[in-house]
């Protein structure tokens, strides 16, 4: 397999995100079905153009880079700590941190792998479930089998050394944020799974490595330690586990997403006015505050069923998803209305298309966030705003064949 290099890595993401023009939206919400409508008409043509392109391309995995750095094995997933330094009066020491600011140096073989695979994966799917090619669906497969089957190129279902820090750390329960970049592939598994696309004897190992990563990130203490996250870590755990444990047929953990998501993220992270108060607190406030709430309008779509939608749902102090999002709607559709400090990095790269636009415009009956949804630049090709969009096939996401 060839090295996934930086350039050839964004080459690839250009051709998934290339603009569209702004077409005019239905003039209330949509249901699922028009809003699937609505995705497969605005996004056919990228995602096809973007599908034929990676059908020349063979998957990569953890096993084509190895760092030096990292305690793991060749199967082993390993990143470090974004915002992690070495000390200038102790060079050979610890590691310390710099929040908001990204150390170049990192090892990012993995995530950057990881990413791939989770632009190229369910762009195929998406394809295959408008055009029904076929040639779509094998390549979609071929990338599967090669991260969780294959057993010379799978990955370790685990994350024991993600986010590790040099003199602190092998590996950190932060770290598990880094498998967020699969619920988009678990999405387009489950699409693939429901209609009947790919064969059991192909379908069933995928499923068994995702039911073993469900046991690890329920049981372990890196696991553990993310659940119990109080900011966008813990959403992004409970996003997770949602989407792995309904593939991997575990109803009580998906169980437990619903509760979590109704006792702990939305009272805990959600304020009265709609305010994301832990991530207004960080030092990249702007686009923490879209990624979380991406995140939560992923809950929402994901955990709902025909019985409770949880986008109705509101905490205690009469908040939920729909305010957080109505909160952020105007430094979404103007970011000159963003009244809270600039990030300290790529502030001027955000806010790119937001899939809780999407999500909460179907859910809230707002067509303004259809219209906002659809004018967003869909071609990021900044890395770090790539690996910050968590919910890139939203096709996938308003697919009736997934609603309850």
């Known amino acids: 397999m060839q090295p996934l290099t930086r350039r050839s890595f964004l080459t690839g993401i250009a051709a998934t995100t290339g603009s569209l023009a702004l077409r005019s939206p239905a003039q209330t919400g949509p249901t699922s079905k028009s809003a699937y409508n609505l995705v497969a008409r605005v996004d056919r043509e990228r995602i096809v153009a973007a599908a034929r392109q990676y059908l020349k391309e063979k998957p990569i995995t953890v096993t084509a880079s190895h760092s030096p750095r990292s305690e793991g094995g060749p199967h082993d997933y390993f990143s470090e700590g974004d915002y992690w330094w070495p000390d200038p009066k102790n060079p050979a020491g610890p590691y310390i941190r710099r929040d908001g600011f990204s150390n170049p140096a990192n090892f990012n073989d993995h995530r950057e792998a990881l990413i791939r695979l989770s632009v190229q994966a369910p762009t195929l799917a998406a394809a295959w479930r408008l055009t029904h090619d076929p040639r779509y669906l094998r390549h979609f497969a071929l990338h599967l089998h090669a991260w969780f089957v294959d057993p010379a190129t799978r990955m370790n279902p685990n994350l024991e050394y993600a986010q590790a820090i040099t003199g602190v750390t092998r590996g950190r329960g932060i770290g598990v944020i880094d498998t967020l970049q699969l619920v988009d592939v678990v999405r387009a598994l489950r699409v693939v799974d429901t209609l009947g696309g790919l064969p059991k004897d192909e379908i069933e190992p995928i499923r068994a490595w995702f039911a073993?990563?469900?046991?690890?990130?329920?049981?372990?203490?890196?696991?553990?330690?993310?659940?119990?996250?109080?900011?966008?870590?813990?959403?992004?755990?409970?996003?997770?586990?949602?989407?792995?444990?309904?593939?991997?047929?575990?109803?009580?953990?998906?169980?437990?997403?619903?509760?979590?998501?109704?006792?702990?993220?939305?009272?805990?992270?959600?304020?009265?006015?709609?305010?994301?108060?832990?991530?207004?607190?960080?030092?990249?406030?702007?686009?923490?505050?879209?990624?979380?709430?991406?995140?939560?309008?992923?809950?929402?779509?994901?955990l709902s069923t025909s019985s409770e939608d949880l986008w109705q749902f509101k905490g205690p102090n009469g908040a939920g998803v729909a305010t957080a999002i109505a909160f952020l709607y105007p430094a979404i559709?103007?970011?000159?209305?963003?009244?809270?400090?600039?990030?300290?990095?790529?502030?001027?790269?955000?806010?790119?298309?937001?899939?809780?636009?999407?999500?909460?415009?179907?859910?809230?009956?707002?067509?303004?966030?259809?219209?906002?949804?659809?004018?967003?630049?869909?071609?990021?090709?900044?890395?770090?705003?790539?690996?910050?969009?968590?919910?890139?096939?939203?096709?996938?996401?308003?697919?009736?064949?997934?609603?309850?």
Not at 213 to 224: C, E, F, H, L, R
Not at 362 to 373: D, G, I, S, V
Request: charged share 25%; aromatic share 12%.
């Open 333 to 404: 559709a103007d970011k000159a209305k963003w009244s809270y400090p600039r990030d300290v990095e790529y502030f001027d790269d955000f806010p790119s298309r937001r899939p809780c636009l999407l999500f909460a415009g179907e859910a809230a009956h707002r067509p303004e966030y259809l219209a906002t949804w659809q004018r967003l630049d869909a071609s990021p090709t900044v890395l770090e705003v790539i690996r910050n969009l968590p919910i890139r096939q939203p096709l996938l996401w308003v697919d009736p064949v997934l609603s309850a």
């Open 212 to 302: 073993g990563y469900v046991d690890w990130m329920a049981t372990s203490k890196n696991g553990k330690e993310e659940e119990e996250a109080k900011n966008n870590h813990g959403t992004c755990w409970v996003l997770q586990m949602a989407e792995f444990s309904q593939f991997a047929r575990r109803p009580d953990m998906t169980t437990l997403c619903r509760e979590r998501f109704k006792t702990l993220l939305v009272p805990g992270q959600i304020a009265a006015d709609g305010s994301l108060p832990q991530e207004l607190a960080r030092t990249k406030p702007y686009s923490y505050s879209l990624f979380d709430a991406d995140v939560f309008a992923g809950l929402c779509q994901s």
